[in-house]
Nanobody, 120 residues
Framework: QVQLVESGGGLVQAGGSLRLSCAAS????????MAWFRQAPGKEREFVTA???????YTADSVKGRFTISRDNAKDLVYLQMDSLKPEDTAVYYC??????????????WGQGTQVTVSL
């Protein structure tokens, strides 16, 4: 079993930055993709960005140029650096492990989520 724990969420003003972290533990393999999804109130969970075990990335157009994903394979950590935050980035952010893809179905393990709130 794999456990994922996110941290780093909080309240920030528009234009500010936050850095989310996700720690993986349990029966992990280094050759997996890690991703960030988000879910705003009343909306479906949506893909944000993902990174393969060797550093290839996919990023949603809505955050491209503002959000950066990175990972530390030795420590089983993945990060999401969020800059130039906008109120529409407000959501619960989830970390996931699976196959490199933009769909929810490609990811088999999920964290509990961390709230990010961006105020005007």
């Amino acid at each position: 079993q794999v456990q994922l724990v996110e941290s780093g969420g909080g309240l920030v003003q528009a234009g500010g930055s936050l850095r989310l972290s996700c720690a993986a533990s349990g029966r992990t393999s280094s050759r997996y993709a890690m991703a960030w999804f988000r879910q705003a109130p009343g909306k479906e969970r949506e893909f944000v960005t993902a990174i393969s075990w060797n550093g290839s990335t996919y990023t949603a157009d809505s955050v491209k140029g503002r959000f950066t994903i990175s990972r530390d394979n030795a420590k089983d950590l993945v990060y999401l650096q969020m800059d130039s935050l906008k109120p529409e980035d407000t959501a619960v952010y989830y970390c996931a492990i699976g196959s490199l893809d933009t769909t929810i179905q490609a990811y088999h393990y999920w964290g509990q989520g961390t709230q990010v709130t961006v105020s005007l």
